[in-house]
Structure formats: C-alpha cells, structure tokens
C-alpha cells in the first residue's frame, strides 16, 4: 500500500508544476506566429492567430524589461470574425483594454507592468471563438 502511494507522488508533483506554471492563460491559440524587434528600451512585435478560444496571454519579451517597470504599450488589432476584447495591466493594477470587432480595427494604448523580462498582453475571446486575428505591439520601456 505504501509503495503505491509512493508511486503517485512524482505523478502529482509534474501535474502541480504544470499548474503553477500555466499564468493567466486560460485558452489557446491555433496557427499563431510572432516576429518581434527590440533596441534599447523599446520595440515592435507583430503576430497572427488562426483562431483563439479562451483567454491568452502573449508575453513579449525584451532583456531591457525589469519587474515592475512601466511601459507605455500600444497595441492593434484586426480580425475576421468574432470578438476579442484585448488588455494590459499596469503596475498600479489599472487595466486598460479595448474590443475588437470583425472589420472594425482596435487601438488599445496603455501602460503595463514588467516582470521578469518581459510584458503581458491579454487576448480574450467573447462569446465563443474568434478567427484571423492579426496584432502589432508597439513598446517603450519608461
């Protein structure tokens, strides 16, 4: 009997990190990609999801980023059909955010928090799947 108690523990153990290790991302992506160029204390990252169910977080990552820094971040947005609302979270804990709907580009402008070398943007999408989205993010590390 002990022995197979013993036995499930590293199997809880690996179940426990992967837990820990999921974030904010309560979704996926299918078909995505990201291109991103930094120098100094800014730049660009552009990407594309075939389709996104749930909520999930693109981190962009610059080794210029320290935890708790702000940066001024500017994010666009298109897709083809359904909704996705878009959202960053400053350092104070205010959350900026825009929606997205088909045809109807969306500009977010906002201040998130660094951590860890890089930065969060959130895509949710609302009321089901949302399709053909395409972003650019836009940075400058204050």
């Known amino acids: 009997m002990l022995r197979r108690t013993i036995?499930?523990?590293p199997l809880l153990m690996i179940f426990l990190a992967m837990i820990a290790c999921e974030g904010g991302t309560s979704g996926s992506v299918v078909g995505s990609s990201?291109?991103?160029?930094?120098g100094g204390s800014g730049g660009i990252c552009e990407g594309k999801f075939k389709k996104l169910s749930?909520?999930?977080g693109v981190d962009i990552e610059n080794d210029d980023i320290s935890s708790g820094d702000k940066i001024d971040v500017e994010v666009e947005v298109t897709l083809e059909s359904g909704v996705?609302?878009?959202?960053v979270e400053s350092p104070e804990g205010r959350i900026s955010s825009v929606q997205v709907l088909p045809n109807q580009p969306g500009t977010l402008i906002g201040q998130a928090e660094g951590e860890f070398s890089a930065f969060e943007?959130?895509?949710?999408?609302v009321d089901g799947d949302a399709e053909n989205i395409v972003w650019s993010i836009s940075y400058q590390i204050r």
């Open 54 to 56: 749930g909520t999930y």
């Open 34 to 38: 990201q291109s991103c160029q930094w």
């Open 121 to 125: 943007v959130t895509f949710e999408a």
């Open 84 to 87: 996705v609302n878009v959202s």
């Open 7 to 9: 036995a499930w523990i």
